[in-house]
């Protein structure tokens, strides 16, 4: 890893949070891209692939769940962990940390309904 | 119903000052308008260079940017990049009177950055990097924000306040903002407001960069800053030794720092183990940057704020965090809320008071550091208590290795770190170390 670089390196493939998982952490990645993969009975679905500045793995941290879904390095990926209590622990004196990931929490949610829109135009079930 | 201390549609914002708080505050509040649909306009004085190396283009201070802020930044969208960080840091050595200790990042992952607030040390052959601050303007202006490099030298408080440079009027402002630290002047026109703003008390502290070469500061230092915590010289408090690309920051903090204290420091055995005898030799680049000890009084008043060292800082470390929380609160408090002293002081002085008040937790946990640090068997049982911690890490939590690890990287209040200090069994292990040391003394 380079001198300059902070956070954490991951080979490609590798698994940086897995499904199921208890959440302490979320991360932003730095450098390189990230899978993001849901277990299914039909197998493996890709949901989407998140690049450099993307943040990912904050779902848990607000509902309190394990982890939705898989994240796997695609080849030499930086990720910058940041730690759940530390992160509580400043939006409780200033809430406004969390609007620059309300906004992308936005766009997701957005992103998905149109997704689900199209998805239920081509299976027939809206007209 | 609109009042006249509200930010409206072209509010014009003057912030003097473009080192990390004015930068940081431009870019808080540009966002902070957007959300509500509100088109502010922001000026950012400043009139250093921050490509230039030497003192001209630098904001003199360690340059390491704590794990706390590098995440908080990150989860802001501001990812400082490779171009501006020197090194990446996951570790402390500390060198004491009875030994070394090392301290690794409970998170086992770099997160802490060492970066040049200016173009670098003066001479600097190899200029592969970039400044911290002349990024962080630069999101500033990215975000919205006009940079004028125009000294600003006086304000005229009316209505409204207005900046003049050189004789002449630059600007009406409906906010001014002042965002610098103690060693600049321009405290003088704050306090010549007549608004009652007064300097925080200051002490002084010693940087210069040591020049080793990359490979050379690669394979002594790796990823790790050196601390100091040693009885010899007598004046120092605490010294680090920062490794950044070509160079080595050594930074001092104590009274009446000199040649001598410095040449006393780099000869004490740890230092001659880590850095080359003539290292001191030749030129090198050196300041005696003032810290700020106590809080300004008042800072804030009807359409002024003041942000940054000159205002509300955390004691002796994470100066620029400090920058953020309270850049963060001044620019909540003049968008949501409003710029008159009752909004300043219902919105703002609650972050201020809050750095304020953590700073005296902060002094009783340099008080008992420095016995620590002066009284050998003390030194010799947290030595032993952190070793100890340290081989069972992954077992159980380092608490003391954690409270050092805290108290020297500012990332923690310091009230977490006193409170985290109350704990009986850590007590208990430090004075059965004691005891021990105190029994080898003796026989």
């Known amino acids: ?6 956070g954490r390196n991951y080979k490609d493939g590798e698994i940086i949070c897995r499904e199921g998982d208890e959440a302490r952490s979320m991360y932003v990645i730095r450098s390189g891209k990230v899978d993001i993969i849901k277990n299914s009975s039909a197998g493996e679905l890709k949901l989407t692939t998140l ?7 904050e779902m848990s941290f607000f509902d309190h769940m394990p982890r939705s879904a898989t994240a796997r390095a695609v080849g030499e990926t930086v990720i910058l962990s940041i730690d759940k209590k530390g992160f509580f622990a400043k939006a409780a004196n200033d809430p406004s940390i969390a609007f620059n990931i309300l906004e992308g929490m936005s766009r997701r949610i957005r992103s998905l309904n149109d997704e689900l829109a199209r998805y239920k135009k081509d299976s027939g079930l809206i007209y | 119903m609109k009042s006249e201390y509200t930010l409206n549609d072209n509010a014009r914002i003057a912030v003097i000052g473009g080192g990390p708080s004015g930068s940081l505050f431009s870019i808080f509040a540009l966002k902070m308008a957007k959300m509500i649909d509100r088109k502010i306009n922001i000026t950012v004085f400043e009139s250093k260079d921050f490509t230039r190396d030497g003192p001209v283009g630098c904001n003199r201070c360690g340059g390491v940017i704590s794990e706390h802020l590098i995440q908080a930044l990150s989860i802001e969208g501001i990812n400082i990049p490779t171009e501006v960080i020197q090194r990446s840091i996951n570790s402390y050595v500390l060198h004491t009177q009875r030994g070394d200790v090392f301290i690794e990042s409970p998170a086992a992952e770099k997160r802490i ?26 999101c500033a202006v990215e975000e919205g924000a006009s ?3 125009l ?9 409204k306040p207005v900046l003049t440079s050189g004789g002449n009027d630059v600007m009406e402002a409906d906010l001014v903002v002042g965002a610098f630290g103690v060693n600049s002047s321009t405290w003088k026109m704050f306090e010549g407001l007549g608004i009652g703003y007064k300097l925080p008390e200051t002490t002084s502290a010693f940087i210069t960069e040591l ?32 490794p950044k690309g070509n160079y080595v920051t050594l930074c001092i903090l104590g009274k009446d720092i000199d040649e001598k204290t410095v040449r006393g420091l780099l000869h004490t055995p740890a230092a001659r183990m880590l850095l080359p005898q003539d290292v001191l030799d030749g030129k090198f680049c050196k300041c005696f940057p003032k810290l700020p000890l106590t809080t300004a009084q008042v800072g804030f008043a009807d359409r002024i704020v003041i942000i940054g060292d000159a205002g509300s800082s955390r004691l002796f470390k994470d100066g620029i965090g400090a920058s953020y929380m309270m850049s963060k609160a001044a620019a909540t408090a003049a968008l949501f809320y409003g710029i008159s002293k ?17 700073n005296r937790y902060g002094r009783f946990v340099y008080a008992v550091t420095n016995a620590y640090k002066n009284i050998g068997i003390l030194t010799e049982a947290m030595v032993n208590v952190v070793n100890k911690e340290q081989d069972r890490r992954n077992k159980e939590f380092p608490r003391l290795s954690s409270m050092l690890w805290d108290t020297f990287t500012g990332n923690e209040t310091y009230r977490n770190i ?9 007590h208990k292990n430090l004075l059965l170390e004691s005891a021990k040391a105190l029994f080898r003394r003796s026989s």
């Open chain 1, 1 to 6: 890893m380079n001198e300059s670089e902070i």
């Open chain 1, 51 to 57: 690049g450099k500045g993307d943040i990912f793995g």
């Open chain 2, 113 to 138: 950055a060492t970066v040049y607030r200016g173009g670098g040390p003066k001479g600097i052959r190899i200029k592969e990097k970039q400044s911290f601050d002349g990024f962080l303007l630069n």
């Open chain 2, 147 to 149: 940079h004028s490099p």
């Open chain 2, 151 to 159: 000294r600003i030298d006086g304000i005229r408080n009316g209505d």
């Open chain 2, 211 to 242: 020049e080793m070469g990359f490979e050379s500061v690669s394979s002594t230092f790796g990823s790790s800053i050196h601390f100091f915590l040693v009885p010899e010289p007598g004046n120092v408090k605490f010294a680090a030794l920062i």
């Open chain 2, 342 to 358: 009752q909004n300043f002081a219902e919105h703002y002085l609650p972050a201020y008071n809050r750095t304020r008040n953590d």
């Open chain 2, 418 to 426: 006193f409170l985290r200090g109350t704990n009986i069994g850590m």
